[in-house]
T-cell receptor
Framework: GAGVSQSPSNKVTEKGKDVELRCDPI?????LYWYRQSLGQGLEFLIY????????KSGLPSDRFSAERTGGSVSTLTIQRTQQEDSAVYLC?????????????FGPGTRLTVL | SQQGEEDPQALSIQEGENATMNCSYK?????LQWYRQNSGRGLVHLIL?????REKHSGRLRVTLDTSKKSSSLLITASRAADTASYFC????????????FGTGTRLLVSP
């Protein structure tokens, strides 16, 4: 595709339910990032995938959050037993790692609302 | 905590005026980038400045970097209503080569 795509664009769920958010990065981009942005705030790093290396999970806020990247392409962010504080926009970005230039290309985000 | 802190948090100007936003960060960096975000959704990369550069231009954008003060500024000249957006700085820390850390953002409103 032409850019990073994310689905769904909006998700409303009830507290305690599990949700899955999907990210399709730009073809050929080796690195993929997930961020969370609460209303009116900056971006909070969650997790980073680079090729076949072990992911950097240092930003995941709790063990209810997990992510996978299958075949080095599509990624799924899973939030188990959602809480109201999980409500935010979840943004995915990909980048073709090339030396020190790592401009990130962002998807449109998934707005998650936990009731 | 956030690596970058932008100031001001919000800026309101008239079309044609210049807008200046500042960013401060805490650790040594490889590079610093500025991004723009419309309507709370995906971000768009504007400009990247490396740690050994002091100033960079791209169209109506001018970015400066002062590594001794750990600060950067973004200047938008001759602003337009379409420049209304949130602007974020992001740093690529030396020990975290490929992981950007974003600041809290400046919300810019340009009135016609």
């Amino acid at each position: 595709g032409a850019g990073v795509s994310q689905s769904p664009s909006n998700k409303v769920t009830e507290k305690g339910k599990d949700v899955e958010l999907r990210c399709d990065p730009i073809s050929g981009h080796t690195a993929l990032y997930w961020y969370r942005q609460s209303l009116g705030q900056g971006l909070e790093f969650l997790i980073y995938f680079q090729g076949n290396s072990a992911p950097d999970k240092s930003g995941l806020p709790s063990d209810r959050f997990s992510a996978e990247r299958t075949g080095g392409s599509v990624s799924t962010l899973t939030i188990q037993r959602t809480q109201q504080e999980d409500s935010a926009v979840y943004l995915c970005a990909s980048t073709p790692i090339r030396g020190a230039y790592n401009e990130q290309f962002f998807g449109p985000g998934t707005r998650l609302t936990v009731l | 905590s956030q690596q970058g802190e932008e100031d001001p948090q919000a800026l309101s100007i008239q079309e044609g005026e210049n807008a200046t936003m500042n960013c401060s960060y805490k650790t040594s960096i490889n590079n610093l980038q500025w991004y723009r975000q419309n309507s709370g959704r995906g971000l768009v990369h504007l400009i990247l400045i490396r740690s050994n550069e002091r100033e960079k231009h791209s169209g109506r954008l001018r970015v400066t970097l002062d590594t001794s003060k750990k600060s950067s500024s973004l200047l938008i000249t001759a602003s337009r209503a379409a420049d209304t957006a949130s602007y974020f700085c992001a740093t690529d820390a030396v020990r975290s080569f490929q992981k950007l850390v974003f600041g809290t953002g400046t919300r810019l409103l340009v009135s016609p």
